[in-house]
């Protein structure tokens, strides 16, 4: 019968519909498992593969002890600085009109579309001695490259755009009414920041600092350029690992990336908990590590 | 007429205060940090006669970093594009378990440092690892060949490739597509039609960062590849080496070429948001 | 025989019942409106006849052919969306031949064909000189009608229109009101569209269907439904409506006198332009009020007294009445009824 036939066949249509999404999802989530999760998974199945005794000792190694320190060292410079240019920067291109307001957001983009490596390069160009502005470092009597502001500069580099990108949809999303509401009440420029901006941007603000936290500490290319690679004294955490892999101690080496991992998945777990209360707006796409 | 640098323009009557010290912040700072440098670069550059610049960007080696650099690159943007199209389908459109889990997963490149991720991709595909060991049963070698490279580079850039598709997938108007159906469209003909078109530009875009991302890749790749001139030699490790052998000229050589590639992408990039922006 | 049949129509989202028993049925050629406020089911009883949303239970027919269970893509109804849903990469020529190109090769008509046909359509609605155009160039009204060009372009024997005039301002939505009418009256299709605006849907359709809640409250020609509201739901939906609280009394004498016991309480729904105004109490003025407001604005002069209790009473009265009246704010005056309606 026709009718019956009909049925039949919208079943079946029905059928080859359901199992086209079951194998589409499948293979999504199989790419997602074997691509990207498991290089995480190694990471923490290796490190205990001594035993918790050696993962401890590998902490407590002094190497690490120095290299996370010079991570810590790093980081303590570069965050308040970025955290100043990110909030000028954000409140400078979303509040005025101006000429040049494309070109300083495409600069914005220039760290992540270059290679960390050309970036170290350019410093080393710049500020080595035989470089452009060798002459003024040494007569100054400094050391930048193969030293720590070396590492600040090139940490720098490849970090300063995190957190004014983040600020910068936020801030546009939330237009200027309220800070000239504020002004037409008689605030005064600091209020208006304090009192209207900051309690508005604080969960974009706070999400910026720590992309811009597990970018600096994990940062590898850049650094590792300028570093000179100088024993208790250049040695950042990421490079730490590099050396520990090539000294074929590759527990050890996965025992370190644990704490790096722990920074990174700490950076995604905030991430998760922020969007999940919609605390930040939800960008057109961001640059990572 | 005289271009006031105060930005007090006489026929703008009000700007919120800060202006001046924002403004002043911001340039200082790029200043410095981003364009300092890369007049240093462009300067050193320059100090290289034509001959020499022509030399050192196009020798053999390097010539061979390029061709392994892009075509390895290009590739696995090409996977993450086409990859990522399907996780972000699948995750907005349909109902998987975990989503939120596997949500999160598409960032983890981002968490993990890069070097991490060359020391347990290598150790993955290597002769003890889960998956190098039954990858070398059956006689494929992943590490130090450019299938390893590849690896890395699909694991460090494909978020990029997922996370410009998400959001126009999930802005998608559903009415639009309910209209092709009454018009009599088929399943293919509105994916093709309808869905396909509206999502190509952030398809693009995702797949221009992707491949700018994988182009620049270093901590993870050098790990994995085994770094053999000719044939598993990246542009940025080049770089890299004949920074270390001192061979400035050479180096700055090649790193010019590498930032004028990037600017190129840089400035794709920007051509392709200001033509979507346009469209709506 | 009727184009479009619904049988008892069920649908729930979740626990929220949005059509609850639905049945109603519409010949063909009528212009049929679907009134209701938002929530009302109206745009979801749309869906369903379009195939966009499947009932719980119940049936639709079109012309006599239970379709309960067929694809939208195969019943050929235009459906005109809210918002347009135009398609933004493709230009209005591209929009319009849309339905054409995605046909079976079989039946497809050659390029020429579809060439012709989207011009006749584009001129049709007057469109002819913005084929190359992109839909984020166009105006809303021409949006609107590239929509419905679109949707005619398949030869549909039903068009569905859901708030056609929905997000257009004031003015171009009265224009284009008219010449949807006159486009109707020129293509004989059967449509159904749907509005929250009684004065939209008492002035075009030939028939009205007025929902509330998931349930149809009546259906009726705009007459009908306008001089005879069968509850007061429709009563209230479809104008301004006073409220009075008065005894019948067994003579059939109306009081309104708030210590009365006589007779039964009933609720006196009356339309402000049946509100009568007189400077002296008599028996068709029985109640005291004050003046409270007045807007003399436009073609009716709009009164709202207050009576003793404090009840706010709005009267539309002629230029000429109030003229000859002569109120101002606080004037007394007495309130009768010329026409009431009871609702059992």
């Known amino acids: ?289 | 007429m005289k271009i006031s640098w105060s930005g007090k323009s006489k026929t703008r009557g009000f700007r919120l205060p800060g202006f001046g010290i924002s403004m002043g912040i911001t340039w200082l700072y790029i200043s410095i940090i981003l364009l300092l440098p890369s007049a240093g670069l462009f300067l050193k550059a320059s100090e290289v006669s034509f001959d020499e610049f022509w030399k050192a960007v196009f020798s053999l080696r390097a010539l061979k970093s390029y061709q392994i650099s892009f075509s390895l690159s290009l590739l696995s943007a090409l996977v993450n594009t086409i990859m990522g199209f399907i996780v972000a389908w699948v995750l907005v459109r349909y109902r998987v378990p975990f989503s939120g889990l596997f949500d999160a997963l598409i960032d983890l490149p981002f968490a993990l440092p890069t070097a991490v991720a060359g020391v347990s991709l290598t150790w993955l595909y290597g002769p003890n690892g889960w998956i190098g060991r039954h990858l070398e049963s059956i006689g494929i070698k992943v590490v130090h060949t450019p299938l390893g490279i590849i690896i890395a580079l699909i694991f460090v850039s494909f978020p990029f490739a997922v996370r410009t598709v998400i959001p126009v997938l999930k802005e998608m108007d559903l009415e639009v597509e309910e209209c092709a159906r009454c018009l009599g469209a088929r399943r293919w003909q509105i994916f093709l039609k309808i869905i396909f078109p509206t999502v190509f530009p952030a398809l693009l875009t995702g797949f221009t960062l992707s491949f700018a991302r994988a182009l620049g890749e270093y901590g993870s790749v050098i790990f994995i590849s085994g770094n053999q001139p000719f044939k598993t030699e990246i542009a940025p490790l080049l770089v890299a080496i004949k920074l270390e052998e001192y061979e400035y000229t050479a180096c700055a050589s090649i790193a010019v070429f590498l930032m004028t590639v990037s600017l190129l992408i840089l400035i794709f990039l920007n051509i392709l948001e200001s033509f979507s922006k346009g469209e709506r | 025989m009727a184009v479009i049949e619904l049988r008892n129509i069920f649908k729930k989202f979740g626990d929220f019942v949005a059509l609850d028993d639905v049945s109603f049925s519409v010949d063909k050629g009528e212009l049929v409106a679907l009134l209701g406020p938002s929530g009302s089911g109206k745009t979801t009883l749309l869906r369903v006849i379009a195939g966009l949303e499947r009932p719980d239970s119940g049936a639709v027919f079109l012309e006599g052919r239970d379709v309960t269970e067929e694809d939208p893509r195969d019943r050929g109804i235009g459906f005109v969306f809210q918002h347009y849903a135009l398609f933004k990469h493709m230009t209005v020529f591209e929009n319009v031949a849309f339905g054409l190109r995605v046909k079976p090769r079989k039946v497809r008509p050659s390029e020429s064909e579809i060439r012709e046909k989207v011009m006749k359509l584009l001129h049709l609605v007057q469109l002819d000189f913005l084929a190359d155009r992109y839909p984020s160039q166009l105006s809303g009204g021409q949006r609107q009608r590239v929509a419905l060009a679109r949707a005619l372009a398949i030869e549909p024997y039903i068009l569905l229109l859901d708030e056609p005039f929905g997000s257009l301002d004031a003015r171009v939505r009265k224009e284009l009101r008219r010449w949807l009418r006159r486009l109707h009256d020129e293509i004989q299709v059967t449509s159904v569209f749907v509005t929250h605006d009684q004065e939209e849907a008492l002035e075009l359709a030939d028939r009205v269907v007025i929902t509330n809640q998931g349930r149809v409250e009546q259906i009726g020609s705009p007459e009908e439904v306008y001089f005879n509201p069968a509850t007061p739901f429709v009563f209230q939906f479809l104008g301004d409506v006073n409220l009075f609280h008065g005894r019948e009394l067994s003579s059939g004498e109306i009081v309104f006198i708030q210590n009365e016991t006589a007779g039964i309480e009933k609720k006196f729904y009356v339309r402000p332009n049946q509100v009568s105004l007189s400077l002296v109490q008599s028996l068709e003025h029985p109640l005291q009020c004050k003046v409270n407001y007045i807007n003399p604005a436009g073609p009716m002069v709009k009164v709202e007294v207050v009576d003793i209790r404090g009840n706010h009473i709005l009267a539309l009265l002629t230029q000429d009445d109030y003229n000859r009246l002569g109120l101002k704010k606080n004037t007394t005056v007495y309130v009768g009824i010329k026409e009431h309606k009871v609702f059992e």
């Open chain 1, 1 to 289: 019968m026709r009718i019956v036939a009909q049925l039949s066949n919208s079943r079946k249509k029905k059928f080859l519909i359901l199992a086209f999404r079951f194998i589409l999802s499948l293979l999504a989530c199989s790419f997602l498992v074997i691509f990207i999760f498991t290089p995480l998974l190694a990471v923490f199945s290796n490190a205990f593969q001594k035993g918790v005794s050696f993962y401890l000792e590998m902490l407590k190694r002094e190497e690490t002890i120095s290299a996370l320190t010079l991570t810590l060292g790093i980081l303590i410079i570069v965050l308040p600085l970025n955290v100043i240019f990110g909030v000028a920067c954000a409140w400078y291109v979303t509040k005025y009109q101006f000429r040049g307001k494309r070109f300083l957001v495409a600069l914005l983009d220039l760290p992540f579309t270059l290679s960390p490596v050309v970036a170290g390069t350019m410093l080393v160009l710049l500020y080595s001695v035989n470089g452009v502005l060798g002459w003024v470092v040494e007569s100054l009597g400094m050391k930048i490259i193969f030293a720590f502001p070396g590492l600040v500069i090139a940490t720098l580099f490849v970090t300063f755009p995190f957190i004014a990108r983040e600020l910068i949809p936020v801030m546009e999303e939330q237009g200027s009414e309220m800070e000239e509401a504020g002004r037409m009440l008689g605030a005064s420029g600091r209020h208006i920041f304090f009192r209207i901006t900051l309690p508005n941007i604080k969960w974009g603000l706070f999400y910026g600092v720590v992309l811009c936290v597990a970018r600096c500490v994990g940062e590898f290319g850049a650094v590792s350029v300028v570093s000179g690679h100088i024993r208790g004294k250049t040695i950042t955490l990421p490079l730490e690992i590099e050396i520990l892999y090539n000294e074929y101690n590759l527990v050890g080496a996965f025992c370190l990336a644990t704490v790096l991992c722990g920074t990174g998945l700490l950076s995604l777990i905030l991430r998760k908990w922020i969007e999940s209360s919609e605390k930040v707006s939800k960008r057109r796409y961001f640059f990572g590590d």
